[in-house]
């Protein structure tokens, strides 16, 4: 007899784009320099974009992308001006 | 006329899997493989690849081809000659692609280990992205979202964040500077290209780039009730893909190479490629936008894909014609440009456009 595989694809897709998310997520707080947060943070939009995707709401998920992204690197222009980093030379993280 | 690509490869995929290996199969007593491999799941992933492979080596032929006009074209307008390697110089860019192929790769010593070979990839990925959603006629396409307008947008809008990312790990004052200008620049001329886009929805109905199309095969092309905003597009897209009136991001006379300084060997040549392919995204989507797409005389003997591409050659011409001809813009007066002068300019268009919908003129 033979074993009858039933996968629900769906639900698999779910948890690895759940699991990306989650793990983006903590990356954000876990990461010190702050454009790696940011990096991180932009993952997880991308993540929830994707969730959107996969729930049926295309629209959705695609303005997310295009909204919350393009926002992401407006918020690490004000992350690298208000933050303090040594250009060229200097302790790298002082 | 028109290639039916996805029936064609669906036949040819068809063929090589049941007629052929299923057949082989078969004879050597393995039928369970065979039947695995003839299943239409099989053979309907089997197809989306091998489409998925064509469209991409497509527009990366097509961004080569631009990088071969753009050379030979400024030659000209330079009075010399261009590129010369093979016939026509069309083989330049492949000799160029394979020096920088063999160049040693060098990641600086101060840069960010884990975001300065990442960039790159980011970039290149998202402007080959972009290839999935351009029609090049009623057969030939990828996907037939109804949103693919916006998706490409989308994508559009991720550049900026990638570059800054690549400038601000490079850890050199010039890439950083570049980086804040291209972020700057991209996102304030989103914009009133967002906006020129939207009188179009409004005309057509649809954020479906096939239906868009097919709206003025049956009508009349765009560019004749949205002159302006066909040239408020025009410039905006300019400047999204950093073009000469508007290369702050990489002005060679000022910062050395711009936010790509760091970048040597291969990752140089990515950047180039992705440069290029984000150009042909762009004057493509303003073909299909505003000149009517793959729209043309004699439907019956000259094939639709071929109206697409000379329309897409025809805008980056104009490009390059931009670029011999027009000095860059200064730093202080890029933003007034977009501010004052194109967003006006967008709001009226789209008043023009609302306007002729509700008179139901078109």
């Given at each position: 007899?033979?074993v009858?595989?039933?996968?629900?694809?769906d639900l698999?897709?779910?948890?690895?784009i759940?699991?990306?998310?989650?793990i983006?997520?903590?990356?954000?707080?876990?990461s010190?320099e702050i454009v790696r947060?940011?990096m991180?943070l932009?993952?997880?939009?991308?993540?929830v974009g994707?969730?959107y995707i996969l729930l049926?709401?295309?629209?959705?998920g695609?303005?997310?992308?295009l909204?919350?992204?393009?926002a992401?690197?407006?918020?690490?222009?004000?992350?690298i001006?208000?933050?303090?980093?040594?250009?060229?030379?200097?302790d790298r993280y002082? | 006329m028109y290639l039916d690509?996805?029936?064609l490869v669906?036949?040819?995929?068809?063929?090589l899997?049941?007629?052929v290996?299923?057949?082989?199969?078969?004879?050597?007593h393995?039928?369970?493989?065979?039947?695995?491999?003839?299943?239409?799941?099989?053979l309907?992933?089997?197809?989306?690849?091998?489409?998925?492979?064509?469209?991409?080596i497509?527009g990366?032929l097509v961004?080569?081809?631009l990088?071969?006009q753009e050379r030979?074209m400024l030659g000209?307008?330079?009075?010399?000659v261009?590129?010369?390697?093979g016939?026509f110089?069309?083989?330049?860019?492949?000799?160029?692609?394979?020096k920088v192929l063999?160049k040693?790769?060098?990641?600086?010593?101060?840069?960010d280990r884990l975001?300065?070979p990442?960039?790159?990839i980011l970039?290149i990925?998202v402007?080959m992205a972009?290839?999935?959603?351009?029609p090049?006629?009623?057969?030939?396409?990828?996907?037939?979202?109804?949103?693919?307008l916006?998706?490409t947008l989308?994508?559009?809008g991720?550049i900026?964040?990638?570059?800054?990312l690549g400038?601000?790990?490079?850890?050199?004052k010039y890439?950083l500077i570049?980086?804040?200008?291209?972020?700057?620049?991209t996102c304030a001329?989103?914009?009133?290209?967002?906006?020129?886009?939207?009188?179009?929805?409004?005309?057509?109905?649809?954020?479906?780039?096939?239906?868009?199309?097919?709206?003025?095969q049956?009508n009349?092309w765009?560019?004749i009730?949205?002159?302006?905003?066909f040239f408020v597009f025009?410039?905006?897209m300019?400047?999204?893909?950093?073009?000469?009136?508007?290369?702050?991001?990489?002005?060679?006379?000022?910062l050395v190479?711009?936010?790509?300084t760091e970048?040597?060997?291969m990752?140089f040549?990515?950047?180039?490629?992705?440069?290029?392919a984000?150009?042909?995204?762009?004057?493509?989507?303003?073909?299909?936008?505003?000149?009517g797409?793959?729209?043309?005389l004699?439907?019956e003997f000259?094939?639709?894909?071929?109206?697409?591409?000379?329309?897409?050659?025809l805008?980056?011409?104009?490009f390059?014609?931009a670029r011999?001809a027009?000095?860059?813009?200064?730093?202080d007066?890029?933003l007034?440009?977009?501010?004052k002068?194109?967003?006006?300019l967008?709001?009226i268009?789209?008043?023009i456009?609302?306007f002729?919908?509700?008179?139901?003129?078109?």
């Open positions: 007899m033979a009858v595989w039933s996968v629900e694809w698999v897709v779910f948890l690895l759940a699991a990306i998310t989650i983006a997520a903590l990356a954000v707080i876990w010190k947060s940011v991180w932009s993952l997880v939009f991308v993540g994707a969730t049926g709401s295309e629209y959705l695609i303005i997310q992308i909204i919350y992204v393009g992401v690197s407006v918020l690490m222009l004000f992350g001006m208000l933050t303090k980093r040594r250009l060229l030379g200097g002082e | 690509l996805w029936g669906g036949g040819l995929v068809h063929w899997m049941v007629d290996i299923g057949t082989i199969l078969n004879w050597l393995i039928y369970a493989l065979a039947e695995w491999l003839g299943s239409p799941g099989v309907n992933i089997v197809t989306i690849l091998v489409v998925a492979l064509i469209i991409l497509v990366m961004s080569i081809t990088i071969w030979k000209r307008f330079m009075d010399r261009g590129t010369q390697v016939p110089g069309l083989f330049q860019n492949f000799a160029d692609a394979f063999v040693e790769y060098i990641v600086p010593n101060a840069a975001i300065y990442l960039a790159p970039i990925g402007s972009m290839f999935v959603t351009i090049y006629s009623q057969g030939f396409y990828m996907s037939n979202s109804s949103l693919s916006i998706l989308a994508l559009f991720v900026p964040f990638a570059v800054l400038g601000w790990a490079s850890n050199n890439t570049g980086g804040m200008r291209a972020a700057a620049q001329y989103e914009v009133p290209m967002l906006l020129s886009v939207a009188s179009v929805v409004v005309l057509t109905g649809s954020m479906s780039l096939m239906e868009i199309v097919t709206y003025q049956e009349l765009l560019i009730p949205l002159i302006i905003g025009l410039i905006s300019i400047s999204e893909i950093e073009r000469v009136p508007f290369d702050l991001p990489e002005a060679e006379a000022e190479e711009g936010w790509g970048y040597g060997g990752r040549g990515l950047i180039m490629m992705s440069e290029y984000r150009a042909f995204v762009g004057s493509s989507l303003i073909a299909l936008l505003f000149l797409g793959w729209d043309g004699l439907p000259i094939p639709a894909g071929l109206w697409f591409l000379l329309k897409v050659l805008v980056f011409t104009i390059i014609w011999a027009l000095p860059r813009v200064r730093t007066q890029i007034n440009i977009c501010w002068r194109l967003l006006p967008a709001a268009n789209l008043f456009a609302v002729f919908k509700s008179m139901g003129w078109f």
